[in-house]
Nanobody
Framework: QVQLVESGGGLVQAGGSLRLSCAAS????????MGWFRQAPGKEREFVAA????????YYVDSVKGRFSISRDNAKNTVYLQMNSLKPEDTAVYYC?????????????????WGKGTLITVSS
């Protein structure tokens, strides 16, 4: 079965950086749009970033534009999220997601595959 395994989470001070990785297995990775979502305590899960499979176009929620960068390495079946200038409000569990359609992924509903998540805590 398909697995998405996130890594790279942890505790960081405000203003710091982290890089998340999501390794996919048993998936034709190059044909899937990949994305990151997050869920903060007491809040709904929200879209953070996505990268398309066909043209590598990237998409971001406004709150992370200029600070976060999503990229993918099809040879390694891995998607990354580089997070800079982290803020306490970025604290959340971050989930990797994969979908055969970019529109579906951006909606965040009925997504094909989800990872189990990795926690990021940004201290002030």
């Amino acid at each position: 079965q398909v697995q998405l395994v996130e890594s790279g989470g942890g505790l960081v001070q405000a203003g710091g950086s982290l890089r998340l990785s999501c390794a996919a297995s048993r998936l034709t990775f190059r044909l899937y749009a990949m994305g990151w979502f997050r869920q903060a305590p007491g809040k709904e899960r929200e879209f953070v970033a996505a990268i398309n499979w066909s043209d590598d176009n990237t998409y971001y929620v406004d709150s992370v534009k200029g600070r976060f960068s999503i990229s993918r390495d099809n040879a390694k079946n891995t998607v990354y999220l580089q997070m800079n200038s982290l803020k306490p409000e970025d604290t959340a569990v971050y989930y990797c997601a994969a979908d055969g359609g970019l529109k579906q992924l951006l909606k965040g509903s009925s997504v094909d595959y989800w990872g189990k998540g990795t926690l990021i805590t940004v201290s002030s």
